[in-house]
């Protein structure tokens, strides 16, 4: 047994085998292939095998995230079947004597390309399956050749580190926790581990050797350790504290349905923090009376290029539909940092924290703000949307900011869409925000504060940086300070405020936070329900 430790930053125990991600790009090469018969017959075994993998994966996703979402893997399972797919990939096989690899990806490039540009918003959405499945299929047909890819089984991922673009492109049901070198606390892919609700550890001294692929190995998320190839007592030790968080989950659920209510009668708002339309599943699974933060920047970040209006309408339509009347706050854009997208072509700075990022990048190129601006307000129609602006700092912005809204509501309405008149919000992340709060309180109809950014630059501690996390003191009392005077201002001018940053969900915070004023606290999905019973639990008036 080997014992490594490293820092926790999402509880939790698992169980499995360990998959190394090593940066490698799937790269498909050409072949000439004399027995082309026997070429599609490898491609008919690969097909079954890929569809008998979606199968088994509606029934986990039903089981986990209900019918209606786990509908996916249905319609790949019958995407794989599609004549004209099929055809294509079978006459290039016979027309060109190629491998299978190749005529796959050629035919997912020719459909996704077909469908993309397709005017119907549904059939644009295809564009993204086809390539899904090809990849499956494409992989599949690797393996028989020795490589191994994370979807194959449920795994513990080991890698140097992951960005937050790599991690959203994981299947989230074959993770069973990440482990990695580098990263920091309070990284977007650390936030993401707690969003899947996942145990995850970061700064971990392990050398990545490729001996290490497929051992068995535990977790301890508690302890912030992981151990490879366990021996028998440790296995045991830690499975029974499993079975022992399992049952704390379950006492959780107890809690669905009920208020977020104190003992003396005080009630807070509850929401939820998501990255992705995906994650709504634990959302509604958590019971989150709303989505206080939605970081629409990953939709950016997912994508290989500006996602257009209409995209970014589907997805906002699809999170308000499903929340179904519960307030969704989308916040914009907030490329940048540690969240880059190559297409954007930002330039490379000496400090990109403090740089050219978020509201800063959409005042510079309104076009790309006003385009979300108005998928947002077009989706408006279907729920209760709401828009939050981050990294303010001045009312100069703020005031530019409604400026451009206003522009673009009256586009709309010029060109007969509908729209709601909905809430617009900023986040207090920055101690120019906290200090002119009074100020900004006047122009705007909510404040969400931005926990992890305004500790970054009150402290002046770089977020992304490990080095410096002996240094960080998450309970600083001047952040503190900030958060009470940031409530104060809001409740003079009669405006709500919440606390959408990683502090919301410190539960020794609770208590200061609710005495302070706060109306919402907005927390990744799984501590919903923990923060839900420490609210219960608190009574404010002794
Ligand atoms: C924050 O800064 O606290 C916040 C919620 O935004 P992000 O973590 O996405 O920067
Ligand atoms: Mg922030």
Not at 4 to 30: N, P
Not at 102 to 124: H, L, R
Not at 204 to 220: F, Q
């Amino acid at each position: 047994m080997e014992k490594y430790s490293g820092k926790s930053v999402y509880g939790g125990i698992a169980i499995g085998k360990i998959h190394l991600m090593t940066k490698r790009e799937q790269s498909i090469v050409r072949r000439k292939i004399e027995d082309t018969d026997k070429e599609i017959k490898r491609f008919e075994e690969a097909k079954e095998t890929a569809k008998n993998q979606l199968a088994q994966l509606y029934e986990k996703a039903k089981v986990e995230v209900g019918e209606a979402n786990a509908a996916i893997f249905e319609i790949h399972q019958m995407m794989l079947d599609d004549g004209d797919y099929v055809d294509s990939i079978e006459n290039i096989i016979t027309k060109q004597s190629v491998n299978a690899e190749y005529a796959v990806g050629i035919t997912a490039d020719n459909f996704a390309e077909m469908f993309s540009s397709m005017d119907d918003a549904y059939m644009k959405e295809r564009a993204a399956d086809v390539k899904d499945i090809s990849e499956r299929v494409v992989r599949i047909l690797s393996d028989a050749e020795g490589t191994k890819d994370v979807s194959q089984e449920p795994s513990i991922i080991l890698a140097d580190d992951l960005a937050p673009s790599e991690t959203v492109q994981l299947d989230k049901n074959m993770v069973l926790s990440f482990v990695t070198v580098h990263g920091s606390t309070n990284s977007h892919t650390a936030i993401l581990a707690r969003t899947m609700n996942i145990p995850a550890l970061i700064g971990v001294n392990i050398e990545l050797s490729p001996e290490l692929e497929g051992k068995m190995a535990v977790v301890d998320g508690f302890a912030g350790v992981i151990y490879v190839e366990p021996d028998e007592k440790t296995l045991a030790d830690l499975k029974k504290a499993k079975d022992e968080e399992l049952e704390k989950q379950r006492l959780l659920l107890e809690l669905k349905g009920q208020e977020n209510i104190t003992k003396d009668g005080k009630t807070v708002l509850v929401y939820a923090n998501i990255g992705n339309v995906k994650d709504l599943a634990y959302v509604l699974a958590n019971d989150a009376g709303g989505i206080g933060l939605f970081r629409s920047e990953f939709v950016y970040l997912e994508s290989s290029t500006y996602p257009t209006e209409e995209e970014q309408f589907m997805i906002y339509k699809k999170a308000a539909e499903t929340m179904a009347g519960k307030r969704v706050i989308i916040r914009t854009l907030d490329i940048g940092a540690d969240k880059q997208a190559d297409y954007f072509d930002l330039d490379k700075e000496e400090n990109p924290a403090m740089g050219l990022r978020a509201i800063r990048i959409c005042l510079q190129r309104p076009d790309i703000f006003k385009t979300q601006l108005r998928a947002i307000y077009r989706a408006s129609e279907f729920g209760k949307l709401a828009i939050m602006y981050p990294m303010i700092t001045s009312l100069e912005e703020v005031k530019r900011i409604k400026e451009i809204s206003a522009e673009v509501r009256a586009e709309l309405k010029k060109e007969n869409i509908n729209y709601n008149d909905i809430e617009e919000g900023i986040m207090i992340e920055t101690p120019a925000a906290v200090m002119i709060s009074d100020l900004l309180a006047k122009e705007v109809d909510f404040f969400s504060i931005g926990t992890n950014d305004l500790s970054q630059y009150t402290m002046a501690i770089d977020r992304q940086n490990p080095k410096l996390d002996s240094f960080f003191n998450p309970h600083h009392e001047a952040v503190l300070r900030m958060i009470d005077l940031v409530c104060q201002n809001a409740h003079k001018e009669n405006i709500w405020v919440g606390i959408c940053g990683e502090l919301g969900a410190d539960l020794k915070l609770t208590e200061r936070f609710l005495k302070m004023g706060v109306d919402e606290l907005s927390v990744s999905p799984s501590y919903v329900l923990p923060l839900r019973n420490k609210i219960r639990s608190l009574d404010l008036s002794k």
